[in-house]
T-cell receptor
Framework: QKEVEQDPGPLSVPEGAIVSLNCTYS??????FMWYRQYSRKGPELLMY????GNKEDGRFTAQVDKSSKYISLFIRDSQPSDSATYLC????????????FGSGTRLQVQP | EPEVTQTPSHQVTQMGQEVILRCVPI?????FYWYRQILGQKVEFLVS????????KSEIFDDQFSVERPDGSNFTLKIRSTKLEDSAMYFC?????????????FGQGTRLTVV
């Protein structure tokens, strides 16, 4: 079983739609959860991070973590064409390796 | 806005040749990282570096790889004898603190093509 699983998409939605992006993971030591956005031929850019379980909101973005289900989500409200990118979930454990473990990324296309 | 810069943006090299990928981390950052992303695959951790030594490395980071901070600003990744499977995007990142509860800023990447 992969440590972090993410549906690669592509996910195509109309402008203004609510987008739901998800990752599951198997390592219960993961405590910090991040979402990165990666435009084509660019480096990953941190959007949000959360610690342990719960929700965090920042503008149009909401990150949710459910540690009991080992499931994290990123919601994008009122999606815009500029949101079109690949979204990567990433996690850090509180023991062992401290480096980021990434999901494979979900490609999102927001149609104008 | 401060940023991590990487050079070159694209490097083509022949199999067996040595390559050096260069990075200038953000100036007040103390932790430096290399990640790679093979086309169509996930971003994978290679190595982290702090206080002039490797603090962590992955299984990918074998004897063919080395890192160095030759001066106060540059951070380099050397691949001694490149293989076809080393073709990938290589991302440098830096952070003020290590891992937890801190943001790692990524560079734009160097696309390495081994032919």
């Amino acid at each position: 079983q992969k440590e972090v699983e993410q549906d690669p998409g592509p996910l195509s939605v109309p402008e203004g739609a609510i987008v739901s992006l998800n990752c599951t993971y198997s390592n219960s030591a993961f405590q910090y959860f991040m979402w990165y956005r990666q435009y084509s031929r660019k480096g990953p850019e941190l959007l949000m991070y959360t610690y342990s379980s719960g929700n965090k909101e920042d503008g149009r973005f909401t990150a949710q973590v459910d540690k009991s289900s080992k499931y994290i989500s990123l919601f994008i409200r009122d999606s815009q064409p500029s949101d079109s990118a690949t979204y990567l979930c990433a996690m850090i454990a509180d023991t062992g390796r401290r480096a980021l473990t990434f999901g494979s990324g979900t490609r999102l296309q927001v149609q104008p | 806005e401060p940023e991590v810069t990487q050079t070159p943006s694209h490097q083509v090299t022949q199999m067996g040749q040595e390559v050096i990928l260069r990075c200038v981390p953000i100036s007040n950052h103390l932790y430096f990282y290399w990640y790679r992303q093979i086309l169509g695959q996930k971003v994978e951790f290679l190595v982290s570096f702090y206080n002039n030594e490797i603090s962590e490395k992955s299984e990918i980071f074998d004897d063919q790889f080395s890192v160095e901070r030759p001066d106060g600003s540059n951070f380099t990744l050397k691949i001694r004898s490149t293989k076809l499977e080393d073709s990938a995007m290589y991302f440098c990142a830096s952070s003020e603190q290590e891992g937890l509860n801190t943001e790692a800023f990524f560079g734009q990447g160097t696309r390495l093509t081994v032919v």
